[in-house]
């Protein structure tokens, strides 16, 4: 079974400055999908960005870009320019790529993120 | 653009009593995915549908029993519910292309509560 870990609990960064999320992850499949969401205090879950491990190419949204290393499986989330409507839950999530495997996502357990004005 | 639509988005019931949750996907996509986030916890898969067939199960107690319809809107039912139920109850839809889906979007999700 696919395991995920998020081993900081809670982060905290200044307005305008740049931090990085951590992730791990354990799977014996070759080909899955990466993904960060993020949840505010609304709850609602946001998809952030997403990786396909077969891409080499690391996944970048305006702000938002990760660093996938596959052979360390290592799937961390950058942001830049902090602001503080970016203040959340960040979830760090994996899903099977096959047909034949689960399509369920499986969450690490988050980590909040503060941001100081 | 159209979001996932849940409903209600609150709902508060004594324990024993049943439990009736409702999910309206993304228009064209076809699968649907239920998640329970428990207080502080990370969202835990429960049960999928494509086109209106089960897809994958997790850890759903079988007091639960969903269903998806022939408008792919999914129904989640829960029965004999116990305090532990109170969660945020969390619906995803995504729509197959190829032999794959892609991104999983989440609706509001539903506040239950048992009391």
């Known amino acids: 079974a696919q395991t995920v870990t998020q081993s900081q609990p809670e982060m905290s960064v200044q307005e305008a400055e740049t931090v990085t999320l951590s992730c791990t992850y354990d799977?014996?499949?070759?080909?899955?999908?990466l993904f960060w969401y993020k949840q505010p205090p609304s709850r609602q879950m946001i998809l952030v960005i997403r990786q396909e491990a077969y891409k080499q190419q690391n996944a970048t949204e305006n702000r938002f870009s990760v660093n996938f290393q596959k052979a360390a499986k290592s799937f961390s989330l950058k942001i830049s320019d902090s602001q503080l409507g970016d203040a959340a839950m960040y979830f760090c999530a994996y899903r099977s790529f096959d047909q034949g495997g689960s399509e369920k996502l499986v969450f690490g357990k988050g980590m909040k993120l503060t941001v100081n004005p | 653009a159209a979001g996932v639509i849940q409903s209600p988005r609150h709902l508060i019931k004594e324990k024993r009593e049943t439990a009736t949750l409702k999910c309206y996907p993304i228009p064209r996509h076809d699968t649907v995915y239920w998640y329970q986030q428990g207080p502080g916890q990370d969202p835990q898969f429960l049960i999928s549908f494509y086109e209106k067939m089960q897809s994958d199960k997790g850890s759903i107690p079988d007091r639960f029993s969903a269903q998806q319809f022939s408008d792919y809107h999914s129904e989640l039912n829960m029965s004999s519910l116990e305090l532990g139920d109170s969660a945020l109850y969390f619906c995803a839809s995504s729509r197959h292309t190829g032999t794959s889906s892609y991104e999983q979007y989440f609706g509001p999700g539903t506040r239950l509560t048992v009391t």
């Open positions: 799977t014996s499949e070759s080909d899955y999908y």
